[in-house]
């Protein structure tokens, strides 16, 4: 059984910063992929930052130099730090992973979320 559990998120006022967590845990063959992804209330869920296996990275346009995404492959844990927040990042925030980081499809395993709010 594969679960993932996400923790970290918060209340924060524009500029400040936060540092999502994610714990993976179970089997974890031909799991490849392990990505954040962000949902607005209103707003579909969309892609913020991926990882692969073997280190590729790849952020959405809007959080490039303010984002980080990394993993720690021993623990299985998977990490989003994130500065500079600006009220647009506000929503649920998801970890996931998948067989590869292509498409929405890809990902068969969620976490529960962790809520987000940047707001002055």
């Known amino acids: 059984q594969v679960r993932l559990v996400e923790s970290g998120g918060g209340s924060v006022r524009p500029g400040g910063s936060l540092r999502l967590s994610c714990q993976l845990s179970?089997?974890?063959?031909?799991?490849?992929?392990m990505a954040w992804f962000r949902q607005a209330p209103g707003k579909e869920r969309a892609g913020v930052a991926a990882?692969?296996?073997?280190?590729?990275?790849t952020y959405v346009d809007s959080v490039k130099g303010r984002f980080t995404i990394s993993k720690d492959a021993r623990t299985n844990l998977l990490y989003l730090q994130m500065n500079s927040l600006q009220p647009e990042d506000s929503g649920m925030y998801y970890c996931?992973?998948?067989?590869?980081?292509?498409?929405?499809?890809?990902?068969?395993?969620w976490g529960q979320g962790t809520q987000v709010t940047v707001s002055s």
């Open positions: 996931a992973t998948g067989t590869q980081c292509s498409q929405l499809a890809d990902f068969g395993y």
């Open positions: 179970g089997a974890t063959y031909n799991l490849e992929c």
């Open positions: 990882i692969e296996d073997d280190g590729t990275i």
